[in-house]
Structures are given as structure tokens and as C-alpha cells.
T-cell receptor, first 113, second 115 residues
Framework: GQNIDQPTEMTATEGAIVQINCTYQ??????LFWYQQHAGEAPTFLSY????GLEEKGRFSSFLSRSKGYSYLLLKELQMKDSASYLC??????????????FGKGTKLSVIP | DGGITQSPKYLFRKEGQNVTLSCEQN?????MYWYRQDPGQGLRLIYY???????QKGDIAEGYSVSREKKESFPLTVTSAQKNPTAFYLC??????????????FGEGSRLTVL
């Protein structure tokens, strides 16, 4: 099976930097996604890591260490609109172009003035 | 614009009734998925389909049924056998071939409440 852990809630100040961690235990790991989900809305894709290292995309960056089973999402210059849940999802290939995706429970980020 | 449309957005059901949630995509994606989201829980996979007229059970398929008669449509029926159907239901799709990340694209969700 797969076990994915994320903090349940975090609070950060507008303009600051926040790091949301995700740890996982799985066999057959083949990538990790981060999604953003505003309350009552659809999750939207933020980033994907399959190799170790940092992927930067504007104010958002995502890091992966496969050997440690660890990823983080880094949000810089926080804005009020960044208040949302952030979902970590681990990908495990199951052959023929198919994969299994297991989601963590999500981290609810509140950005305060 | 291309996307995934779910309907209805809100639905109320009496116990013992079956309800069907609609999911339509015009992204020409091969694979479609149904997830259930409960407070404090991660998204859990109900059913998925990678090709027309074929679908597979996910982790929590009991009490649900699906069909995939057309590539763009993947309706979910919540049957009376589902013990705790009140939840937020998300439909998603993705391309299978020739993609790097293969990320899921989600619909806006359908919130089902059983009275």
C-alpha cells in the first residue's frame, strides 16, 4: 500500500514564504504531483516531479527526494488568493500507460494579512 | 473552451434512491476517473475508464456503477447500496499517450447530500 503524510493545516502571512511538506512510503514510485484546491472547487495542477531536485514555476517550486520519500511545495510572496488546500499525490505505474494515483489528505493553507 | 463539465453541482437525495452524476469532457482525453472527497480525507478513487466500453473498479467501488458508452461521457450512478453517499464527487480525465506528466484535469465537482 501507500502512505502519504501532509500537515493538516498551516497559517502564513501575506508576502511571506511557506513550505508544505509531503512524505510518502510506496513501492514502484514513479512521480509526485501537487494540486491546489480552493474550497468547493476543482483541484488544479501545480507541479510534477519525477527526478530528484527542484522544479520552479513562478512563485511556486516543488522539490523531490526519492531516497528520502519526501517532497515539498514552496510558495513565495504569498497572496491572499493562495489560501487553499494543497494536495500531494503519488504516482505508481501499473503498466500499459496506466498509473495509480494516491492522494494525501491535503494541507489547508490560510494566508493572513 | 476545452474542459470537464459536471452536473448537477448540488444534489439532494432521499435514502433508497439512486442518483446519476453527469461528467462530460471535450478534451478528447482517453481516460476518465471518478473520485470521492470527504472532509479530512484524501481523494479516493471510485471507478476509472481508459477506453470506451471498458472500466475498472477503484478503491471504493461498492455501491457505485458507471458506464462509458462514449469517449466524452462517464456518468456515475450512486445506488441505494452505497451506505454513506453524502460527499463531494469529482470527475477527472487525462490523456494517455504522448504526454510527459499525464496530470489529471478535474471538473468542478458535484456535492451530493442524502436527506
Amino acid at each position: 500500500g501507500q502512505n502519504i503524510d501532509q500537515p493538516t493545516e498551516m497559517t502564513a502571512t501575506e508576502g511571506a514564504i511557506v513550505q508544505i511538506n509531503c512524505t510518502y512510503q510506496t513501492s514502484g514510485f514513479n512521480g509526485l504531483f501537487w494540486y491546489q484546491q480552493h474550497a468547493g472547487e476543482a483541484p488544479t495542477f501545480l507541479s510534477y516531479n519525477v527526478l530528484d531536485g527542484l522544479e520552479e514555476k513562478g512563485r511556486f517550486s516543488s522539490f523531490l527526494s526519492r531516497s528520502k520519500g519526501y517532497s515539498y511545495l514552496l510558495l513565495k510572496e504569498l497572496q491572499m488568493k493562495d489560501s487553499a488546500s494543497y494536495l500531494c499525490a503519488v504516482k505508481k505505474d501499473s503498466g500499459a500507460g496506466s498509473y495509480q494515483l494516491t492522494f494525501g489528505k491535503g494541507t489547508k493553507l490560510s494566508v493572513i494579512p | 473552451d476545452g474542459g470537464i463539465t459536471q452536473s448537477p453541482k448540488y444534489l439532494f437525495r432521499k435514502e433508497g434512491q439512486n442518483v446519476t452524476l453527469s461528467c462530460e469532457q471535450n478534451l478528447n482525453h482517453d481516460a476518465m476517473y471518478w473520485y470521492r472527497q470527504d472532509p479530512g480525507q484524501g481523494l479516493r478513487l471510485i471507478y476509472y475508464s481508459q477506453i470506451v466500453n471498458d472500466f475498472q473498479k477503484g478503491d471504493i467501488a461498492e455501491g457505485y456503477s458507471v458506464s462509458r458508452e462514449k469517449k466524452e461521457s462517464f456518468p456515475l450512478t450512486v445506488t441505494s447500496a452505497q451506505k454513506n453517499p453524502t460527499a463531494f464527487y469529482l470527475c477527472a480525465s487525462r490523456e494517455l499517450a504522448g504526454v510527459v506528466t499525464g496530470e489529471l484535469f478535474f471538473g468542478e465537482g458535484s456535492r451530493l447530500t442524502v436527506l
